[in-house]
């Protein structure tokens, strides 16, 4: 009886084993079909990043490019102005004092005189001039 007990201890145990080992080769199949799956769908992926990465790097050197392009273009104009405002600033300033002397030798002014305002001194303060109130319209 000892006997038949252990062959279907055995048995049992055998099948047991036989079941686990079929699933796993379930497993292992699902998880390589994956695995290629994947692949397949990685490899275009990557070659699509490497070809945006390349085309970003272009655009980057061609930006670069243009920045240096700026940066040259903006030391020239700064060169050009301090030329133009060193050559034609100063005889300008001339000019323009030789007209206000002419004007004010010939006693035109195009400017409006200002009022002046009256202020009275008290023992050494100085009170300013009352303020006029707004009259309504």
């Not at 000019?95 to 305002?117: C, H, M, N, S």
């Amino acid at each position: 009886m000892a006997g038949i007990l252990v062959a279907v201890f055995w048995a049992i145990l055998v099948s047991f084993l036989a079941v686990v080992l079929v699933r796993l080769a379930q497993v292992l199949k699902a998880t390589t079909k994956l695995v290629a799956d994947v692949t397949d769908q990685a490899v275009p992926l990557l070659a699509d990043a490497s070809t945006t990465v390349r085309s970003a790097r272009t655009q980057l050197d061609r930006v670069d490019a243009i920045a240096s392009d700026v940066q040259e273009v903006t030391s020239n104009a700064s060169a050009l102005s301090s030329t133009v405002a060193s050559t034609f600033g100063g005889p300008l300033v001339k000019i323009a004092a030789f007209g206000y002397g002419v004007r004010k030798a010939l006693g035109r002014t195009d400017e409006v005189p200002q009022k002046t305002t009256r202020r009275t001194v008290i023992v050494g303060r100085t009170v300013p001039t009352p303020r006029r109130r707004k009259q309504k319209g």
